[in-house]
Antibody, heavy 118, light 110 residues
């Protein structure tokens, strides 16, 4: 059974960098599929942020591309998200996900709330 | 403003049937990209409900069904139960944005 678990600080100051990690169990991320991040601001809908193929090829949400990066750590079977120069609008529950080949998100982490505030 | 448009809310009595629409355009649903549906209960991770327009993952009751036509898709739920109260999201891919996109979500009240 594939399981994903997010970790990282729950509070980040404005203008600083948000960093999250997703630990994967039950599947080797170097074996295939796309891995990614989705967020949900309070009271709003879901927003896809970024996805990375197991080979390292990355796709970004155009609205966030300039501030976002993502990487794989195959030795630890985990991947990470970095969002630079955060503002209050980056406050959200962040989910790590596995994206299937036909474009749906079959596996989700439980989500982690990140608040941007001084 | 979401790329895929859903009604903000729907309401129906227990035991009845409800449909939730998802309207896109020629660069996403109309371009042939599949539509997927998720059920989201507060405080939990979204759950895949329908994939590839009409398919149910193992464990999803057959009360849930999906359809797609032209630039739109729909989720139907029959025999409504109180436990179906949740937010529902459609999702597809948009070629003009080169991005996976979601609808704004629909809150179902039973």
């Amino acid at each position: 059974q594939v399981q994903l678990q997010e970790s990282g600080p729950g509070l980040v100051k404005p203008s600083e960098t948000l960093s999250l990690t997703c630990a994967v169990s039950g599947y080797s991320i170097s074996s295939g599929y796309l891995w990614g991040w989705i967020r949900q601001p309070p009271g709003k809908g879901l927003e896809w942020i970024v996805s990375i193929y197991y080979s390292g090829s990355t796709n970004y949400n155009p609205s966030l591309q300039s501030r976002v990066s993502m990487s794989l750590d195959t030795s630890r079977n985990q991947f990470s998200l970095t969002v630079r120069s955060v503002t209050a609008t980056d406050t959200a529950v962040y989910y790590c996900v596995r994206l299937e080949s036909s474009g749906y998100f079959a596996y989700w982490g439980q989500g982690t709330l990140v608040i941007v505030s001084s | 403003q979401s790329v895929l448009t859903q009604p903000p809310s729907v309401s129906e009595a227990p035991g009845q049937r409800v449909t939730i629409s998802c309207t896109g355009s020629g660069s996403n649903i109309g371009a042939g990209y599949d539509v997927h549906w998720y059920q989201h209960l507060p405080g939990t991770a979204p759950k895949l409900l329908i994939y590839d327009n009409t398919n149910r993952p193992s464990g999803v009751p057959d009360r849930f069904s999906g359809s797609k036509s032209g630039t739109s898709a729909s989720l139907a739920i029959t025999g409504l139960q109180a436990e179906d109260e949740a937010d529902y999201y459609c999702q597809s891919y948009d070629s003009s944005l080169s991005a996976w996109v979601f609808g704004g979500g629909t809150k179902l009240t039973v």
